[in-house]
Every structure is written in structure tokens, then in C-alpha cells.
């Protein structure tokens, strides 16, 4: 198994600019989480999904778009990109939240707004 | 929602010697804490995670306590070797409850010093 699959792994945007950034699961988790992390910072968490055609707003949605069409990919978008998006953004996935079955994270892709 | 404090944010250790690292949080119905460990560059991978119907749990050189009561979690890492150097990040969460994942610390970077 691949586990959680993000792309790109860097990419440098201008103001105003969009992009999505792609993530996929081989695991058949359930549920799906973004998180952004800030220089020495932790994780914050920006959008999660507890199955396919569901998603909810975590605690730092703004400027974020995610759709969840199918069990394995959770793409996210950023529309209108603004240098406070500068961040670490990690995809996850879990079979279910909490009592043992932990998060698995993708390596990260890191975003710098120009 | 839940809300994790996380002390201290930098630990300077000699090798060979424990380091502490702890956390406090909010939500009374929390009852998973796991703990991550993120090396420069690298996605947070999980490294040991307690239960809340247990106190005490170890693996090899770390381990992590638990006072419900107290609602406060530690890891403890003795014998420390210079590839322990890291962030190390806890976090909480419930299960039963909403979906949306992991409750982090902000991180305590692990430094050990030859």
C-alpha cells in the first residue's frame, strides 16, 4: 500500500492565483482530514470528511474548498491565494476518529504565496 | 471544542539522560492521546498512543502516563540518542462523538545534545 498520496509536493503560487492540491488514499479509510501547519506551529485543522459526498469545516476553513467524490481522493483548493496560505499542508486519513485507530499523514506539500 | 497545551516548546537534553514532555487538555470526553514525532522535513508518524481507560503504557525507551482526573498526559523518553531529536507533538481526541479528527499541541522541539 501506497498510504496517503498528496501532490505537489512544493509549488509556489502568486496572489490571486488558485491551485488544488490532490490527495489519495489507498487504505479504504472512511474518513479524510487537511491540516496546514505554520513554522514551528502545530497542525491546525482545515477541512475533514467522514465518507465520500461528505465534508466539514474544521477550525481554519476560510480560503478552502474540498469535495470528497470518492472514498479515496480529497482534493482541497485554494481560490484566490493570499501569502497567509504560506504554510505545510499534510493530508490524513483514519478508519475512524479516535480509540486506537490513529491518523495516517501524507509527506506534506509545501505552499509559498508571492 | 478541545484545546491541548503543550510544554515545553524547546527541551535541550544531554544523551543519555530522560527528557519530559507534557500536555494538558480540556474536553473531559477526550479519550485517545496519541503522540507524533516529526523529524525536519517529514510528516508527523505516530510513535505511541494511550487509551483513556489505561494509566501507564511503554514501549521500548518512551512511554506515556495519563491522569483523567488531572486530564493531563506525558512522554517519557529515557536513554535518550541524538536520532530522538525532533518535534514530538501530542494530541486528543474522542470517539463516539464528531468526526473531526486530531486536537494537536503546538510541539516541543527535542533537542539532544552530544
Known amino acids: 500500500n501506497a498510504g496517503v498520496t498528496q501532490t505537489p509536493k512544493f509549488r509556489i503560487l502568486k496572489i490571486g492565483q488558485s491551485m488544488t492540491l490532490q490527495c489519495t488514499q489507498d487504505?479504504?479509510?472512511?474518513?479524510m482530514y487537511w491540516y496546514r501547519q505554520d513554522p514551528g506551529m502545530g497542525l491546525k485543522l482545515i477541512y475533514y470528511?467522514?465518507?465520500?459526498?461528505?465534508?466539514d469545516k474544521g477550525e481554519v476553513p476560510n480560503g478552502y474548498n474540498v469535495s470528497r467524490s470518492t472514498t479515496e481522493d480529497f482534493p482541497l483548493r485554494l481560490e484566490l491565494a493570499a501569502p497567509s496560505q504560506t504554510s505545510v499542508y499534510f493530508c490524513?486519513?483514519?478508519?475512524?476518529?479516535?480509540?486506537?485507530?490513529?491518523?495516517?499523514f501524507g509527506e506534506g506539500s509545501w505552499l509559498t504565496v508571492v | 471544542g478541545e484545546n491541548v497545551e503543550q510544554h515545553p516548546s524547546t527541551l535541550s537534553v544531554q544523551e543519555g539522560d530522560s527528557a519530559v514532555i507534557k500536555c494538558t487538555y480540556s474536553?473531559?470526553?477526550?479519550?485517545?492521546f496519541p503522540w507524533y514525532k516529526q523529524e525536519l522535513g517529514k510528516r508527523p508518524q505516530l510513535i505511541i498512543d494511550?487509551?483513556?481507560?489505561?494509566g501507564e503504557k511503554k514501549d521500548q525507551r518512551i512511554a506515556v502516563t495519563l491522569n483523567k482526573t488531572a486530564k493531563h498526559f506525558s512522554l517519557h523518553i529515557t536513554e535518550t540518542q541524538p536520532e530522538d531529536s525532533a518535534v514530538y507533538f501530542c494530541?486528543?481526541?474522542?470517539?463516539?462523538?464528531?468526526?473531526?479528527?486530531?486536537?494537536f499541541g503546538k510541539g516541543t522541539h527535542l533537542i539532544i545534545q552530544p
Open positions: 490524513a486519513s483514519s478508519p475512524v476518529p479516535g480509540s486506537g485507530n490513529t491518523i495516517y
Open positions: 474536553d473531559s470526553a477526550s479519550n485517545y
Open positions: 487504505m479504504n479509510h472512511n474518513y
Open positions: 470528511s467522514v465518507g465520500a459526498g461528505i465534508t
Open positions: 494530541a486528543a481526541t474522542y470517539s463516539g462523538g464528531g468526526a473531526d479528527g486530531l486536537t
Open positions: 494511550i487509551r483513556s481507560n489505561v
